[in-house]
């Protein structure tokens, strides 16, 4: 391996931030680099690095993984190495979860029929009231309660990762999430609503990963996508989508202090979801994403609502991929306090400048250094100069101090991030494959 001295003395270029967190111990024990991000505030963010001999698991399906999380609650630091791809549903189909409710698609498809049902009130009735009995044998299997003081980490070179499970982080403190892959988090019983939007819309009910009321969590190279089993392969129905997917990490209900660094996030619609309401919390909501990528992401990277958000060295790539056309990138309401720099965007030619921002007219997004397609670009002022009825504010009510491998060569991430970002990377040491 070379050194990244090495590398600069050799007169290589400039090295992409990659952690090193406590480099003297093993993937698995590693803690969350002070300065690096929202979550290293405070106490910081450890998981289950005090773990002792009994509380170190390695899993390789779904009975090890709920064994090793046990309850969901409780404090008790503990190691769970995933070993391969774990498969959630354990084997199960939709139509496993579905056998003795009396659940059909056939059947909740002629009960609520526009035509029939019409579009002033929600599904009820004995179709739905199956569909929740199925949703909730699903939800059994496939959502995984993570408790406090948690390490959660793929084991290097086995592919590790979780296909068809929810990680849930609830009311939970001080959990690490690592080198995992995250594919194909399905709803095998979407809900239609007739009264969402001026159509209507089904909606899922599972994120790979989503924190509720969560603190201190550090999530750092992983991968999310929806494969196989692509946006644009699925139905329609009353004129919509039939969603199975959901979003890939979703930060919600209160949730703070949170780092979100050397992900991969592809394949997906509503990416990242920091915020579920307008009202969701004030004074909370803090959350660091940096070096992550965001490839063949249609929308969310992030929408955030109210907290205080730093967004560095990402890089957004907005070439529709297997259906999924880029939307926007991150939208900013409800008066949320986004502080983004030294971010890279390449930008296809399909997509305007103008277009890479949203917002409600509440939010700010306060920038600098960013580029798009290599040059310096304000992406703040070509969104404001196309929406003037729903501009962003420019300065944000706070001042990031947690940088920790803030970079000012934004150019160069698209290279760099290729190499770094997501699992599979990182070997027993919690050093990048060179």
């Not at 509720?212 to 139905?235: E, I």
Request: proline share 4%.
């Amino acid at each position: 391996m070379i050194s990244a001295a090495a590398v600069v003395a050799a007169g290589l270029g400039a090295v992409p931030f990659v952690t090193t967190a406590s480099a003297a111990v093993d993937l698995a024990h590693q803690t969350l680099p002070a300065g690096d991000g929202w979550a290293a505030s405070g106490s910081g963010t450890t998981g289950g690095a005090k773990a002792d001999t009994a509380q170190v698991y390695t899993v390789s399906d779904r009975a090890g993984l709920a064994k090793a999380l046990g309850s969901g609650s409780g404090t008790t630091p503990r190691i769970i190495r995933v070993k391969g791809l774990i498969d959630a549903n354990g084997g199960s189909s939709c139509d496993d979860y579905a056998a003795g409710t009396g659940y059909s698609l056939a059947a909740y498809l002629k009960a609520y029929d526009p035509a029939v049902w019409g579009r002033s009130k929600a599904p009820s009735g004995t179709q739905e009231n199956a569909r929740k009995a199925a949703a909730a044998k699903q939800a059994k299997n496939i959502v995984f309660r993570v408790p406090s003081n948690t390490t959660l980490v793929g084991v290097p070179g086995t592919g590790a990762g979780i296909r068809g499970g929810s990680l849930m982080v609830a009311n939970a403190d001080n959990v690490i999430i690592r080198n995992l892959t995250f594919s194909a988090t399905e709803d095998c019983f979407p809900q239609w609503d007739p009264k969402d939007g001026s159509k209507g819309e089904w909606n899922s009910a599972y994120d790979s990963v989503t924190l509720r009321g969560a603190t201190h969590v550090w999530a750092d190279h992983n991968t999310f996508t929806d494969a196989p089993r692509h946006d644009a392969t699925l139905p329609t129905y009353f004129g919509r989508k039939y969603q199975v997917h959901d979003g890939a990490l979703d930060i919600t209900n209160g949730s703070d202090l949170v780092t979100v660094e050397q992900n991969v996030f592809s394949n997906h619609d509503k990416t990242m979801l920091i915020g579920s309401s307008d009202t969701d919390s004030v004074g909370k909501l803090r959350v660091t994403l940096h070096h992550n990528v965001w490839k063949g992401v249609t929308q969310r990277a992030p929408l955030a609502r109210l907290g205080r958000i730093h967004l560095y060295n990402n890089h957004y790539d907005t070439t529709p991929l297997n259906g999924y056309a880029h939307g926007y990138s991150v939208n900013a309401r409800a008066r949320a306090q986004i502080v983004a720099e030294h971010n890279a965007w390449t930008l296809s030619g399909d997509r305007k400048t103008s277009q890479l921002l949203s917002g409600d007219g509440t939010g700010v997004v306060a920038g600098r250094g960013n580029v798009v397609n290599g040059a310096a670009t304000d992406v703040v002022a070509a969104h404001n100069a196309a929406n003037p009825s729903k501009k962003l504010g420019t300065t944000a009510d706070w001042t990031p101090t947690l940088t920790a491998g803030l970079g000012s060569a934004a150019a160069s991430l698209p290279a760099e991030l290729a190499r770094t970002a997501g699992a599979g990377v990182l070997t027993e040491q919690g050093t990048v494959k060179r």
